[in-house]
Nanobody, 123 residues
Framework: QVQLVESGGGLVRPGGSLTLSCAAS????????MAWFRQAPGKEREFVAV????????SYADSVKGRFTISRHNDENTVYLQMNSLKPEDTAVYYC????????????????WGQGTQVTVSS
């Protein structure tokens, strides 16, 4: 198993930036493809970004492409989500997730989840 803990959320003005972190413990994080999802109030959880075990492949939701960057430091067992040019519609709880078998955009593919970190974009 792997345990995931997100951090870095907060309140930011439109156009601002935040970097989220996801620290993994337990089994070596390099065994897992890692993803970020988000869930806004009253909405379903949605895919944001995913990175492969080696870091060589990344994929993004169209709504964040060009503004968000996912990366990982396997020696630190940490995955990051750099978020730039933030918009009010990016407001949500952001979740980190781990999946040993595929680079997937589907939440059902992920067995391990963090507790989430709140991101609020507001003036």
């Amino acid at each position: 198993q792997v345990q995931l803990v997100e951090s870095g959320g907060g309140l930011v003005r439109p156009g601002g930036s935040l970097t989220l972190s996801c620290a993994a413990s337990g089994r070596t994080s390099t065994n897992y493809n890692m993803a970020w999802f988000r869930q806004a109030p009253g909405k379903e959880r949605e895919f944001v970004a995913v990175i492969s075990r080696s870091g060589s492949t990344q994929s993004y939701a169209d709504s964040v492409k060009g503004r968000f960057t996912i990366s990982r430091h396997n020696d630190e067992n940490t995955v990051y989500l750099q978020m730039n040019s933030l918009k009010p519609e990016d407001t949500a709880v952001y979740y980190c997730a781990a999946n040993p078998s595929s680079v997937s955009r589907r939440s059902i593919s992920y067995s391990y989840w963090g507790q989430g970190t709140q991101v609020t974009v507001s003036s």
